[in-house]
């Protein structure tokens, strides 16, 4: 299986200038006003070797004089803009000629980002490099987001491919994703927060936020799962009205029904009993159910019964397919989809969870196209309903 490298950094270190002036007397003011400022300067009196020094130096910013000994300005700017590695680089250039043909010739045909002629104000020359450190900035965090989301499609890639290869959950297959993802995606949901708080509001970054706490949140699932194979933990258990637990689950799946034009029938009249069951994974285990059976290829019609049986309270999920259109594209359980990798985890660990708590979970499909599913949870004796 591939590896995932979970070490991912973002710079912290100040911004770098690199000065090309052959003026000691420029180079001193520009460094003095620029260092105060937080910035972190180098300069250089000739352009020769700068294609060297960016590359071992890599500049947030290169401030560049045109009239210099060697190689002017404007053919050291062209060079670094046609060059792949240094292209994105912003250029400052800073000189005496204010001729609008200069100008034209260092922001045109040379491809420099901005222009500042001298003599000028120094707080002029922080405020244009600060914009362009910022311009930069923002251009890397865009490129760092789409590294992220490129190891967020890897990471689901790999943890697909490692349950088709396993064909099931055992415990070696759960260990060697906790293993191997685990950091990475740490890694990932530390870096996009960070980048959520820093950069304007982008909806990339919520995106990928919700995908790798998605993932992460399989994972622990699957180490759960494990943990409870082998005796490690215990499902904490209490006996709760049913009603509270179940409408809001309820209330929240009508609201989808009705976005994915589905009819949803809902007959539960015991709400007033008790039942023996960890709340929040039944919640859970209510949830994907009922969403598996919405989501379902073509579903028209689902329906939730809830009754008493055999000293339990059963929960039937049905879901009728036969009044949809044709024309619906089924849903490919191997395409790779978070929500079906989570299908894979969680229908075996909640039917492991609900009979460590003494029910059952079932799930059977018909030959006219209806799915169902019945999860039996204890109820509580009557008389300690009195």
Request: hydrophobic share 40%.
């Amino acid at each position: 299986m591939p590896s995932c490298d979970g070490e991912i950094m973002i710079a912290t270190q100040p911004h770098k200038v690199l000065l090309v002036d052959d003026e000691a007397s420029v180079q001193k003011i520009c460094s003095l006003y620029l260092e105060a400022e937080g910035f972190a300067v180098k300069a250089l009196s000739e352009a020769n070797n700068v294609l060297d020094e960016v590359s071992s130096e890599k500049p947030d910013v290169i401030i560049m004089d045109l009239n210099l000994p060697g190689m002017d300005g404007f053919s050291a700017t062209r060079m670094l803009k046609e060059q792949d590695a240094t292209s994105h680089i912003p250029v400052l250039i800073i000189s005496a000629r204010s001729e609008t043909t200069d100008k034209q010739t260092a922001l045109l045909h040379c491809c420099a980002d901005d222009y500042l002629t001298k003599p000028f104000d120094p707080d002029e020359l922080v405020a244009r490099v600060t914009v362009l450190c910022r311009r930069t900035e923002k251009d890397s965090n865009f490129s760092l987001l789409d590294h992220l989301g490129e190891q967020v499609i890897e990471i689901r890639s790999q943890v697909t491919e490692a349950l088709v290869e396993a064909q099931g959950l055992d415990n070696f297959i759960i260990e060697m994703i906790d293993r191997d993802f685990r950091k990475p995606l740490d890694a990932i949901n530390r870096i996009a927060r960070r980048l959520a708080g820093s950069s304007p509001a982008q909806p990339e970054i919520g995106t990928l936020v919700d995908e790798a706490e998605h993932l992460q949140a399989l994972v622990d699932r699957l180490v759960e799962l494990r943990r409870f194979r082998e005796g490690e933990a215990l499902p904490a258990s209490s006996f709760v009205k049913l009603g509270p637990l179940v409408r809001p689950v309820i209330s929240h799946f009508e609201e989808m029904a009705v976005e994915k034009h589905v009819r949803f029938e809902c007959d539960c009249p015991e709400q007033g009993r008790r039942i023996r069951t960890d709340p929040d994974r039944l919640r859970r285990t209510l949830s994907l159910l009922l969403q598996k059976a919405i989501n379902g290829d073509g579903a028209s019609k689902v329906a939730l019964q809830v009754m008493p049986k055999n000293g339990n309270i059963e929960f039937r999920i049905s879901a009728d397919s036969r009044a949809r259109h044709a024309d619906i594209e089924a849903v490919d359980p191997s395409n790779g989809n978070s929500d079906d990798i989570a299908m894979r985890i969680e229908m075996p660990l909640a039917r492991h969870l609900t009979s460590l708590l003494g029910g059952s979970l079932k799930e059977e499909t018909g030959g006219d196209g209806e799915m169902s599913f019945r999860l039996a949870v204890p109820v509580e004796p009557m008389e300690k309903n009195a």
